[in-house]
Every structure is written in C-alpha cells, then in structure tokens.
C-alpha cells in the first residue's frame, strides 16, 4: 500500500494543537501519513524528494519558499496520496482548494472562507471531489463539535431543516457570558474582555472578523448552504457589526485593540438596556431554511433560555426539522481554542486517511 503524505500550512494556535495531536493519533492497522511540508507566513520545510519532516522544526528551516501552484504541482507528483491541512484563515489558500482536488490532493481544513466566500467557489470545490480527492471542514463551523456532520447526516437521510439558531460564536459567547452574565454584573470591561478572548486563543487571527458579526455570517452562509439555501454569500443578509463607528477605519488589529477601551461605554449601554428588561444580551444567529431568511446580531434574551446559561465559550446549535418538530436536536459545548478545533481537524483526518487508504 503507497504512502499517504500530509502538507500542513499554518501552524498557529490550531496547528500547533493539531501537531500534537497527529503524534497521539490512534488509526489502528492503517500506517500514519507522513508529514513531508509544513509552512507559516514566511517560512516553508520540506525535502524535494517527499521525505519525512519534523514540522515542529519549521521556525529554522531554509526550504526555498514554492508557490501555491508550485506547492500543488510538486504535491501532485508525490509518490502516494496526498492530504493537505490548512489551518490558515488565508483566502489565497481557500481560493486554491479545487486547483488542489484537482490534482488529486485531499483537503482538510478549519478554515471558513473557502465555504463562505462567493457561491462559484463553493460550487467548484465541491465538483472538484473524487473518490480520492476528498475535502473534510468539521471545524469551520463550532470548532470540533459534530455540527457539519449532524448536518450531513440529517440531510442525507431525507429528513428536512427549518431553522437552526442559536450562538454560533465561541469569541462572542464568551464575551457576553462574562460581560453580561445571568447573575452578577459582569467582570470586567468589554475592552478587557476582548484582550482575554484573543489571549485565550477563541478569537481570528484579527479580532475585528470576530466583532463584526462576519465569523458567524460565514458560518451562517455554510450551515445555510448545507441545507439547501442558495446564499450568496456573508454580506448578503442582515449583519450586526460591534466595532464602534470611529474604529471602522482602524489600519490594523492592533490599532484597532488599543483604541478600543475609549468605546466601552457603547457597550454597556446594551447591557443597561437589557437589565431594565430584567434579560441579558447574547449575539444570536438565524438560518431560517423554511423561510429562506439569515440573520446574526443582539438579542435581549430571557435569563432562563437555554442561550443566556451558555457557558464560557460555549456554543449551541438548535436544529428544527420535520424530524425533530417537537423538540429539536441540539449540539452544545465549547466552541473555540485550539485544542477544541484541532480535535475537528483530526478526526477529519482520520476519516479522509480511512477512505484512502
Ligand atoms: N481558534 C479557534 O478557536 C478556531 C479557529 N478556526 C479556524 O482555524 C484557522 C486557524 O486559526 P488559529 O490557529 O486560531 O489562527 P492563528 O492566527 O493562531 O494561526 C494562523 C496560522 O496560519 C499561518 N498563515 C497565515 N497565512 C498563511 C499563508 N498564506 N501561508 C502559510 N501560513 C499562513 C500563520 O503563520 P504566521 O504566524 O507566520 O503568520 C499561522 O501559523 C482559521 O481559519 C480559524 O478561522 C476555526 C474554529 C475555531
Ligand atoms: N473566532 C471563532 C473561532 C471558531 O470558529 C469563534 O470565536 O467562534
Ligand atoms: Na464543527
């Protein structure tokens, strides 16, 4: 049986989780793929002849740097399989999948843009598949909780979506857990809270793709899309933004992250709001199927609702379907890390190794 080999590009809070993860696999009598590339921004690792690599090594490697479209031809020439994992939120990286697929390189990936980004894009990938070129997203929606395949599986198995709701955001659900908890007035303000979801690894790369609302628009466009909507794409439906007005011009992340304590009190105008209410604030997401509607942006909820107990960076999914009319299926916990997200990308691995092997 040929060899399969792995590239990884991006080795940040997720990629790291996933390296360390891959050496603890357990794929029993199936041979573990060999690592032959690794890369990050500005560095790249990998023999010419498709040899192992130690990808933990990558800060000191001098491999000349390829293109995507040289990474993909010398991918494609590799004697065996190939799976690629992109743990970037890179759009390049996302925009090469179908060139990828097909050349016969499987895809394996955390990364949202690829699904969310315009409909030609999604519609390529997935024509691009084959047997042997198979792509595997489980974390771009929830981290690793079953969200995509519970998705697929209900699909597939006839039954139909109407609606599913609920916080699709470990970054944001942390927030409001800990800025507009159900007893209490909250530790801390919002600013604050916000540094302490980037250190904690819950946030993008740029925090502003969180706070936003377009990290849960993607999400929407491809749990939307999934279940059958034609969506456009995270800009064509209604998006609550929270970057304050005179941060939107912010050059970058940074600038963005040390103005921003001179706009908490936007944010606790919400929160007052909502306490006069006797309710709490939480960011909410709609893909309503039934009626073709998607929607993300505050919400004052009850404190009793099951959205408002959320805990720390935990995220619901809450599936109506014919099938669960009465009382719907729900996917809960953390959603956000990389520990969490890393074991979606695994577990995607073992199942693309297991069908090509
Ligand atoms: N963190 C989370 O909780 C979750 C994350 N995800 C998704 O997982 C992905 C990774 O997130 P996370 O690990 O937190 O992000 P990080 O910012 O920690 O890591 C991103 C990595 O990608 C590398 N990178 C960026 N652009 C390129 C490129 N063009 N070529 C090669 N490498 C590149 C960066 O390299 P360098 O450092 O050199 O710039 C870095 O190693 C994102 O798509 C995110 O949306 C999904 C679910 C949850
Ligand atoms: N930034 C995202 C990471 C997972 O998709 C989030 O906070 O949910
Ligand atoms: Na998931």
Redesign the pocket.
């Known amino acids: 049986m040929a060899p399969i080999y792995l590239a990884i590009i991006g080795l940040g809070g997720v990629g790291k989780a996933f390296l360390s993860q891959l050496a603890a696999l357990q794929l029993g009598s199936i041979t573990k793929p060999t690592v032959i590339f690794a890369s990050r921004s500005s560095k790249q690792l990998y023999n010419k002849d498709y040899t192992s690599i130690d990808a933990s090594t990558l800060d000191s490697s001098s491999s000349p740097l390829l293109s995507l479209s040289d990474l993909t031809s010398w991918l494609a020439s590799a004697p065996g399989k190939v799976i690629l994992v992109d743990n970037t939120s890179n759009q390049d990286v996302a925009d090469s999948y179908p060139s990828f697929l097909e050349n016969g390189i499987s895809v394996v990936t955390?990364n949202?843009k690829a699904f969310s980004s315009n409909l030609k894009l999604w519609d390529d990938i997935f024509s691009s598949t084959t047997p042997s070129a198979l792509i595997y997203h489980e974390?771009?929606?929830?981290?690793g909780l079953p969200v995509i395949s519970t998705l697929k599986d209900l699909t597939a198995t006839g039954d139909q979506i109407t609606k599913i709701q609920g916080v699709?955001?470990?970054?944001?659900?942390?927030l409001f857990n800990t800025f507009s908890p159900v007893s209490g007035s909250g530790s801390g303000k919002w600013s604050e809270i916000v540094s302490q979801?980037k250190d904690a690894g819950?946030?993008?790369p740029d925090?502003r793709?969180?706070l936003n609302g377009m990290?849960?628009a993607r999400?929407c466009t491809i749990l939307a899309r999934l279940a059958g909507l034609k969506v456009e794409g995270p800009d064509s439906f209604p998006v609550q933004s929270l970057i304050p007005k005179a941060l939107e011009s912010a050059s970058s992340a940074s600038e963005f992250m040390q103005k921003l304590p001179e706009h908490d009190q936007e944010m606790e105008s919400y929160k007052e709001d909502a306490a006069k209410q006797g309710k709490v604030v939480r960011f909410v997401a709609s893909v309503d199927v039934q009626n073709n509607k998607v929607s993300v942006g505050l919400e004052m909820v009850e404190k009793d609702s099951p959205i408002a107990g959320l805990k720390g960076?935990d995220?619901i999914f809450v599936f109506h379907t014919k099938r669960y009319s009465s009382s719907p299926l729900v996917v809960q916990g953390s959603?956000?890390?990389g520990e969490v997200?890393a074991m979606g990308v695994s577990a995607d691995l073992i199942k693309a190794v297991e069908r090509l092997s």
């Open positions: 955390p949202k974390s771009s929606v929830g981290a699709f955001s470990g970054t944001m659900s942390f979801a819950f946030t993008e925090p793709d969180d990290d849960v999400k960076s995220n959603g956000a890390g997200t």
